[in-house]
């Protein structure tokens, strides 16, 4: 939750910023300065305003005496790797798995809460337990 009185957070080195309070930077460690509008206000404004307020604060870091303009593009770059990565883990977890026993593509990921009762039925240390795929073709658990 968002408190009422919160601010925008902005670090001048690095130029990270963010609504939620946060004491230091997470991409530098430098203590964060606060920029006083009230977030109540920011999140009630219009998306061209948001925006608007945004570019101030980012105005207002390109013009800070610490601020580096080679650390903010490592950030950027850290930020956008990151972002790829977490895509690209997205994306391999929706890859089909091929059954070790028929190799067969027909096959689905198992629930949590399917394994929960897989371990009820057959009791604590079931083979089934720690599988999470099931092969509709062949019916194997792997
Ligand atoms: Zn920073
Ligand atoms: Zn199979």
């Given at each position: ?10 670090c001048?080195?690095c ?8 004491d ?7 203590i ?8 109540i ?14 570019s101030?604060?980012?105005?207002i870091i ?7 303009l080679k ?6 770059e ?8 977490s895509?690209?883990?997205m994306?391999r977890?929706k ?10 593509k027909n096959t ?9 009762v897989?371990?009820n ?5 079931s083979?089934?337990?720690?599988k999470?795929?099931?092969c509709?073709?062949?019916?194997s658990?792997?």
């Amino acid at each position: 939750m968002i408190e009422l009185n919160d601010y925008i957070y902005y670090c001048t080195k690095c130029g990270w910023f963010s609504v939620p309070r946060r004491d230091t930077c997470p991409f530098c460690q430098s203590i964060l300065k606060k920029y006083d509008c009230q977030t109540i206000e920011f999140f009630d404004l219009p998306k061209e305003e948001q925006k608007r307020l945004f570019s101030y604060v980012q105005e207002i870091i390109e013009n800070s005496p610490d601020f580096d303009l080679k650390l903010r593009n490592r950030r950027l770059e850290e930020e956008k790797r990151y972002n790829e990565e977490s895509i690209r883990k997205m994306c391999r977890n929706k890859v089909e798995v091929k059954c070790p026993y028929c190799h067969s593509k027909n096959t689905r990921k198992i629930g949590a809460g399917e394994r929960m009762v897989t371990a009820n039925l057959f009791g604590l240390g079931s083979q089934n337990l720690g599988k999470q795929w099931h092969c509709r073709n062949c019916g194997s658990d792997f």
